[in-house]
């Protein structure tokens, strides 16, 4: 597709005369789900240098891993995964002792170009996960999945995790996204010495054995997938096809699944999920987004948010109100206005005590010696501007007050993580969840000083690090009185140095033509198609 059709193609009738024109999706509509939403992947592969939330959602469908999650029934009626049970994958069974975990392998499973999946794939994929740095190592880390000499092969169908620490993350963490198996010799064959893992072929191509397969993939606009009728580790999915396409207007996302022409519109702006609610056009549905939050993240390697005083100005010039009106538009759980940053409880996310306080503000920079302010950058995501940026322009004109003087920098999705990665941003307006839910996950992978990816920050404090570690020691150990009680001390920290100020807690909003059915809300935010179903 050329620019001039790209463009013609972000209208309405453009997008419905290229969506009903897509080979793919005229071959049947039946068993073809057309989803749309604001951005893609950037990288086919989880464990890829600077792979997006996008991308996760590939690796998810096209990827199997030894076990997942359990599906749970909320309240409402509608359905997530859930944290507290482990299911098989690819593996069958698995058996713990003090020292580890063995798992034994389906013998029936095989990669998408029919090669078997053996216990040598799961060890190679296990060893890249912990190699290739950046985010996928860290998160390796957060279940204490740390070096290769962890992870060994007994037979061809027989794999085993020895532990290097107690954790009570370990199982947990090896149904997440990013522990993937790979057809190991396919990555090889297209590996260098200069990437010895194989990223640049995986980036653009997919090598597993899960029950979708790409067949398509155009970057910014599309991705295409057909499922792989030759998976076995699941109830083999309704749907043949999904057909994934990009649409950077809100507007327009909302007129197509209004209209009828799309199936799914997913992670609607919470202005449409309301007003859709109310019209009953459409299903609707929206899940708090698990360990999640939006917030400002400081970098407190350079001045002025080196210094603690200006840090919490900043949070106390912060509108919170405003961005829960004119944003959120109520759709969204609050985290300002606590009594204490000390929470009552170990739920999570907990609110801060920061509340809109221009006078407090004001004389919290008059201490830090800045009275007369000074001029920053405040940097976005362009991928989810649809809420970053107006949160940005509310900040914005809010700290004008304290004469803080900003610009408001938009940073391309595709290149988001990789700036992220630089730590060289001063004032951030960003997401992050984590996708195991405890607090001390959270606080390990934003909070925790030798955290290279979401302390973006740059952050660190020795003794909030002990905090953290000690925290997640004391849930391996049950001592559930002593975690509860380091886990307050931990919160109380780090919001009390406000390198980070949370906003609010989001919903993750999904419409979707009342024919489409099996929707469950998954830790990673993105869509599992193996669960979808569309009648006529």
């Known amino acids: 597709m050329n620019r001039r059709e790209f463009l013609a193609s972000t209208t309405i009738a453009g997008l419905t005369a290229l969506l009903d024109g897509s080979d793919a999706f005229a071959q049947s509509k039946q068993d073809t789900l057309l989803v749309i939403s604001e951005g893609g992947p950037n990288n086919l592969d989880v464990q890829g240098v600077g792979a997006n939330r996008p991308g996760y959602e590939v690796s998810w469908n096209c990827y199997d891993r030894l076990v997942s999650y359990g599906i749970k029934t909320l309240a409402d009626g509608s359905r997530s995964y859930d944290q507290t049970t482990i ?19 389906r013998k029936d499973a095989t990669f998408h170009d029919g090669t078997p999946v053996k216990a ?19 998160q390796m880390a957060a279940g204490s999945l740390l070096k290769p000499e962890q992870f060994s092969t007994l037979d061809d169908y ?17 149904a997440v996204v990013v522990p993937a198996i790979y057809n190991s010799a396919l990555v090889k064959k297209n590996s260098t010495d200069n990437d010895p893992w194989g990223l640049e072929f995986t980036k653009t191509n997919t090598a597993g054995g899960g029950a979708f397969k790409v067949d398509k993939w155009t970057p910014g606009t599309e991705v295409i997938y057909f499922r792989n009728d030759d998976w076995r580790s699941g109830p083999l999915p309704k749907l043949k096809r999904v ?10 996302r909302r007129a197509l699944v209004e209209r009828g022409d799309v199936d799914i519109s997913f992670d609607l702006p919470a202005k449409d999920y309301a007003e859709l609610k109310a019209k009953g056009s459409v299903a609707v549905q929206a899940t708090p987004v698990s360990n999640g939050m939006w917030c400002i993240e400081l970098n407190v390697t350079k001045p002025p948010f080196d210094n603690v005083r200006v840090r919490q100005a900043v949070a106390y010039a912060v509108p919170y109100q405003k961005i829960m009106d004119a944003v959120m538009f109520g759709e969204a759980k609050p985290l300002f206005g606590a ?40 940097s976005l995501d362009a991928g989810q501007a649809t809420l970053s940026e ?16 900003t610009t408001i920098e938009k940073i391309p999705g595709s290149n988001w993580r990789g700036e992220m990665l630089k730590k060289s941003m001063p004032f951030m307006v960003n997401f992050f969840s984590g996708w195991l839910d405890y607090p001390e996950y ?26 953290i570690d000690t925290a997640r020691s004391l849930a391996a150990s049950g001592d ?40 469950v809300y998954w830790f990673h935010r993105q869509l599992d198609y193996r669960s979808l179903t569309k009648s006529a």
């Open 87 to 105: 299911v098989p994958e690819l593996a069958e069974r698995w058996d713990a002792d003090t020292k580890g975990i063995t798992f034994h392998l």
């Open 120 to 138: 040598s794939d799961v060890k190679w994929s296990f060893d890249r996960a912990v190699s290739v740095g950046g985010f996928p190592t860290s």
């Open 158 to 174: 027989t794999f085993r995790v020895d532990f290097v620490r107690p954790d009570a993350l370990t199982l947990p963490d090896i």
């Open 243 to 252: 057909i994934w396409r990009n649409v950077p207007s809100a507007g327009n």
């Open 339 to 378: 009594p204490s940053n000390t929470p009552s409880d170990t739920t999570w996310p907990s609110p801060t005590s920061y509340r809109t306080d221009v006078a407090k503000a004001r004389a919290l920079l008059a201490e830090a010696g800045m009275a007369d302010g000074f001029e920053t950058t405040i």
């Open 390 to 405: 107006p949160i940005a322009v509310l900040i914005q004109e809010s700290l004008a007050a304290l004469n803080i003087r």
């Open 442 to 467: 959270f606080f390990f992978f934003t909070y925790h000083g030798q955290n290279a990816v979401f302390n973006t920050m740059g952050y660190k404090n020795p003794d909030l690090d002990q905090l």
């Open 480 to 519: 559930r009185p002593a975690y509860e009680a380091t886990v307050k001390r931990m919160v109380t920290l780090g919001y009390d140095q406000a390198p980070r100020i949370p906003l609010f807690q989001p919903y993750l909003s999904v419409a979707s033509q009342k024919s489409v059915g099996g929707y």
